[in-house]
């Protein structure tokens, strides 16, 4: 079945201490990408990649990380959480940059 | 700044009647997409669109470029199609920065 996955679904941490949530898929997407959503401020793009290795920032990448070492896993780092990153998180992947986005179930990450 | 409007934000219908919601946006793009957001959270893509018209069951996805406008239409309406509908749009045509519509809530009743 196709799929992307992310991991962890729930999250509570605190302020500080670093944590990764995991983006992978099973389709051979080149494409995947990070976004978070709030409130009142919709979806927000956050980091995306075309292809191993290569990353770029998309419109809020401040206080996260990415990397694409694999084509099947695109994870997002914390280094240093803060509240104002208490978000739901979506993983999204499709062909190159204009096909069919798949999306995770999400995550949601909250920090004290 | 890139900007991507939605209309209207909440739309409420009954059953069996034609939705349209609408996204405008300020410069030229790449691609535009369509995307479903049920209230358990989960987002489904729709359509992507970079010219002209698709369809797929009772759902039609319209794009003008000239225009900077995309409709999405529902026919026939069934309260399973009460969810949020957000657009996303791939602004220039060598980058992948996507923006997002703040989405459009819609609710049918039977």
């Known amino acids: 079945e196709a799929q992307v996955t992310q991991n962890p679904r729930y999250l509570i941490t605190v302020t500080g201490k670093k944590l990764t949530v995991t983006c992978s898929q099973n389709?051979?997407?080149?494409?995947m990408s990070w976004y978070r959503q709030d409130p009142g401020l919709g979806l927000r793009q956050i980091y995306y990649?075309?292809?191993?290795?290569?990353?770029d920032k998309g419109d809020v990448p401040e206080g996260y990380k990415v990397s694409r070492k694999e084509k099947r896993n695109f994870p997002l780092i914390l280094e240093s959480p803060s509240p104002n990153q208490t978000s739901l998180y979506f993983c999204?992947?499709?062909?190159?940059?204009?096909?069919?986005?798949?999306f995770g179930e999400g995550s949601r990450l909250t920090v004290l | 700044k890139n900007e991507v409007e939605q209309s209207p934000q909440n739309l409420t219908a009954q059953e069996g009647e034609f939705i349209t919601i609408n996204c405008s946006y300020s410069v030229g793009i790449s691609a535009l997409h369509w995307l479903q957001q049920h209230p358990g959270g989960g987002i489904v893509s729709l359509f992507m669109?970079?010219?002209g018209k698709k369809k797929h069951g009772r759902l039609i996805a319209t794009i003008n470029i000239q225009e900077k406008h995309s409709s999405l239409h529902i026919t026939a309406s069934h309260p399973r199609d009460s969810a949020v509908y957000i657009c996303a749009v791939l602004f220039g045509y060598n980058n992948n920065d996507m923006r997002f519509g703040a989405g459009t809530r819609l609710t049918v009743k039977p």
């Open positions: 669109l970079s010219s």
């Open positions: 999204a992947s499709s062909r190159l940059n204009t096909g069919e986005l798949f």
């Open positions: 990649s075309m292809n191993v290795e290569v990353t």
């Open positions: 389709m051979n997407h080149e494409y």
